[in-house]
């Protein structure tokens, strides 16, 4: 069983920073692509930042220049560091990963909970 488990979310002021966590745990053989995604009250499920094996990176228009996503194989861990906010910012961030695992090489997406982060003065 795999779990995906978000942090670092929170309340913060327009133009200040977050740095959020997405840690894998389980019978991990492989991580592949992970992704931050974001929903917001009433808004479709939006992606935000996905990460290869590789750690090639892309980002959605709307964050890029003021969010890097980063990796740590090691630890089996994602972050989105998050640089002046926005309250447009503030949504619930989901991580998915692609795993593959000791008892299922074929990999699957996992889901995440999410994290609330709340933009607001």
């Known amino acids: 069983q795999v779990q995906l488990v978000e942090s670092g979310g929170g309340l913060v002021q327009p133009g200040g920073s977050l740095r959020l966590s997405c840690a894998a745990s389980?019978?991990?053989?492989?991580?592949?692509?992970m992704t931050w995604y974001r929903q917001a009250p009433g808004k479709q499920r939006e992606l935000v930042a996905i990460i290869s094996s590789d750690s090639g990176t892309h980002y959605a228009d709307s964050v890029k220049g003021r969010c890097t996503i980063s990796r740590d194989n090691a630890k089996n861990t994602m972050y989105l560091q998050m640089n002046t906010l926005k309250p447009e910012d503030t949504a619930v961030y989901l991580c998915?990963?692609?795993?593959?695992?000791?008892?299922?090489?074929?990999?699957?997406?996992?889901w995440g909970q999410g994290t609330q982060v709340t933009v607001s003065s």
């Open positions: 389980g019978s991990i053989s492989s991580i592949y692509a």
């Open positions: 998915n990963a692609k795993i593959a695992t000791l008892t299922s090489p074929i990999p699957q997406v996992y």
